[in-house]
């Protein structure tokens, strides 16, 4: 929401307020414009956390891929050392046990890797669901303001009653993150 739409709302509900009958749906501009504050904060807040955590999956899956990549070449030296005739076999023996402690190490790394780079994305996939709830919390919300604000342009109380089923259905959406898991 715009400053200068807040204060065209803001000088409504001021000219709204000074009408008794008024009063309830200045009083709930005012909440509405609050919730709506808190929802788009949430919502650019779980945006933000959803974007460093895919970072920290990409690096991760990085990470997996450079291990994958040395396991590969690794193992590829060894079958060439099989199979090159050397002269000196103590060398080439303690050169393969070599290489393949370093196999045995990369494959047990590499499930970890997987699995770490597997949780960043569920964490991924946890955020970016949870800031759709808030945007579409903020989207229902902002609608109920504009809704409730054309009963002082009106005067038709209405107005009001379909801002406000718009603001529970808002709050609603945002409050529905609590139950993601």
């Not at 997996?64 to 070449?73: G, L, N, T």
């Not at 196999?103 to 991924?124: I, N, P, S, Y």
């Not at 089923?165 to 959406?173: E, H, K, L, Q």
């Amino acid at each position: 929401m715009e400053g200068d739409e807040v204060g065209e709302l803001k000088e409504q509900a001021e000219h709204g307020a000074s009408e008794p009958s008024m009063r309830p749906v200045a009083f709930t501009l005012s909440v509405l414009a609050v919730l709506v504050a808190i929802v788009t904060v949430l919502g650019h807040r779980t945006h933000t956390e959803a974007v460093l955590d895919q970072n920290k999956e990409t690096d991760q899956w990085n990470l997996y891929q450079a291990k994958k990549i040395r396991s590969s070449d690794t193992a590829l030296a060894a079958d060439l050392l099989s199979v090159v005739t050397i002269t000196d076999q103590k060398a080439a023996q303690k050169i393969a046990k070599g290489y393949a402690d370093h196999q045995a190490q990369w494959t047990e790394d590499l499930k970890e890797e997987k699995e770490e780079a597997e949780a960043l994305e569920r964490a991924v996939e946890h955020a970016e669901a949870k800031a759709d709830r808030f945007d579409l919390g903020e989207a229902l919300l902002e609608i109920a303001l504009v809704t409730s604000s054309i009963t002082l342009l009106t005067r038709n109380r209405l107005y009001w009653l379909l801002g406000l089923a718009f603001g529970v259905a808002g709050i609603a959406s945002a409050a529905t993150v609590l139950f993601l898991q």
